[in-house]
């Protein structure tokens, strides 16, 4: 039983630009708090249609913004014992929807959900542990909480719990065991865990290192809409970790992180388009990217961005800060998931 646990060459002689971080670091993983937990079974018997129905009923409130109806009927289920509703409400008074925000009651909901071993309850009343938001700040009792959801299969949880062992926050450093957390969410297909072990088969960590096992768990995690994981193998592919670097594979992967809003990856992919290393040369798609990183305060992006704009005229450098302006992030494409062969 598992125990509780950029590469950035010269533009051209001149002007150069100035070379980019290409280290990759542990993922931060993704917030659960907004997950709303659907309604269950108890054991073996049928939810009972009323509960079924008002549940519906405030999934659909909530989805259309009514949060002022969808707390009014979580209230309801949740003052007659039913778990999934009580953790739901504990989303609501946490980010003072349907009314004002309230950590003291979330934390009460949560710990009434968790009760009613609800994992993501857990889960989200240890994040609040964390932070000491309308609970004591208990390190301990959040690592204690994590473990419960984690034995409940919570991936969020198990993930929590590598990144515990991984940096020793609250127990000793054990790479082992965080590796074994990370695996345990990784294979529920959650990305942050995914990545966070990709990184430990790169290294050797707690592992064997397998840079082969290593891209393929990065590429799950970009299969589900990672933008950390497309810029992890824009990197390698740039590096050639698995033998010769594909640049044109490292580009598309820059391009999607970057189009995602990594400061990292638009600095990259625009010192790759300035270039035409694994794609066109365009200098004005460079220089719009390099724009749109330094407007983040990216200090290499900025040396870059006017190191290139001092070699073309003040057209083309209007025509980049144009297209920089209308730039607006949105996450990757989530690939769709294989269907079971029959």
């Known amino acids: 039983m598992m125990k509780h ?7 051209m002689p001149a002007p150069s630009l100035a070379p980019a971080a290409t280290d990759i670091a542990s993922h931060p993983g993704h917030r659960s708090d907004e997950a ?18 008002n549940f519906k009923g405030a999934l659909e409130a909530y989805g259309s913004g009514d949060y002022v109806m969808a707390r009014s009927l979580w209230e309801q289920l949740a003052d007659a014992g039913y778990g999934p509703a009580q953790h739901n409400l504990g989303v609501m008074f946490e980010h003072g929807r349907g009314g004002a925000i309230n950590y003291t009651k979330a934390a009460l909901w949560y710990a009434k959900a968790g009760n009613a071993e609800v994992p993501a309850a857990l889960t989200n009343l240890a994040r609040l542990h964390l932070d000491g938001l309308g609970v004591t700040k208990d390190l301990a009792k959040a690592i204690q909480l994590f ?30 065991e965080a590796a074994e957390w990370f695996d345990a969410a990784a294979e529920a297909g959650y990305a942050p865990a995914q990545y966070n ?38 990197t390698l592919y740039q590096k050639g970790v698995n033998g010769s670097p594909s640049l044109a594979r490292a580009a598309k992967h820059f391009k999607v992180a970057a189009e995602a809003g990594v400061v990292v990856a638009q600095n990259q992919i625009a010192i790759m388009m300035a ?30 961005r006017d190191a290139l704009a001092a070699s073309v005229t003040a057209k083309v450098h209007d025509k980049a800060k144009r297209r920089a302006r209308a730039f607006r992030p949105h996450p990757p494409t989530k690939k769709p998931e ?3 062969k029959t």
């Open 5 to 11: 646990t950029l590469i950035l060459t010269a533009l």
């Open 147 to 176: 473990e419960a959801a984690a034995q409940l299969d919570c991936p969020p949880a198990q993930y929590n719990l590598g990144i515990a062992y991984l940096k020793g926050r609250g127990v000793e450093t054990d790479t082992e």
């Open 338 to 340: 294989k269907k079971p």
């Open 275 to 304: 270039k035409g290393l694994g794609v066109k040369r365009d200098t004005i798609g460079a220089l719009a990217w390099f724009h749109v990183a330094a407007s983040l305060g990216a200090p290499q992006a900025i040396k870059n």
């Open 36 to 53: 709303l937990v659907l309604p269950r079974t108890q054991g073996t018997e049928p939810l009972d249609p009323a509960i079924a129905v």
């Open 197 to 234: 072990l990709a990184g430990l088969y790169l290294r050797g960590e707690g592992v064997d290192a397998d840079p082969e096992r290593a891209v393929e768990l990065f590429a799950d995690a970009a299969d589900s809409g990672d933008a950390l994981a497309h810029l992890a193998l824009g």
